[in-house]
């Protein structure tokens, strides 16, 4: 089992940055790492994640080049921070830290169904 913890969530203005956290606890082996998010009316979106046994990132078109995923790990504790620059109103979301077990191909899919840990969610609201 994997608990997963998210924290950062904020009001912010157009034009800010964020840094959203996750802290993922428990001894189940997990390689893929990830942030969805997911608007009112809207499916959910996979917008980062890390391959854990490479460290290497994919982004969704929605936000590369304006975010940044790094993780870091101590013994059966997982830290996967998220940080956004350049925030958009449509970036107002709640958004989820996940994590699974995926082969390097598939976890940059970043694809919902990949994942079976999630978080409760942490929202995000830029005006």
């Known amino acids: 089992h994997v608990q997963l913890v998210e924290s950062g969530g904020d009001s912010l203005q157009t034009g800010e940055s964020l840094t959203l956290s996750c802290t993922a606890s428990?001894?189940?082996?997990?390689?893929?790492v990830a942030w969805f998010r997911q608007a009112p009316g809207k499916e959910r979106e996979g917008i980062a994640a890390?391959?854990?046994?490479?460290?290497?990132?994919?982004?969704g078109d929605a936000v590369k080049d304006r975010a940044t995923i790094a993780y870091t790990k101590t013994n059966n504790m997982m830290y996967l921070n998220l940080t956004m620059t350049g925030l958009k109103s449509e970036d107002t979301a709640m958004y989820f830290c996940?994590?699974?077990?995926?082969?390097?191909?598939?976890?940059?899919?970043?694809?919902?169904?990949?994942?079976?840990?999630w978080g409760q969610g942490t929202q995000v609201t830029v005006s």
């Open positions: 996940a994590a699974g077990i995926s082969s390097i191909q598939t976890c940059r899919k970043i694809e919902r169904d990949r994942f079976p840990f």
């Open positions: 428990g001894k189940a082996y997990k390689n893929c």
């Open positions: 890390v391959f854990t046994e490479t460290g290497a990132p994919a982004y």
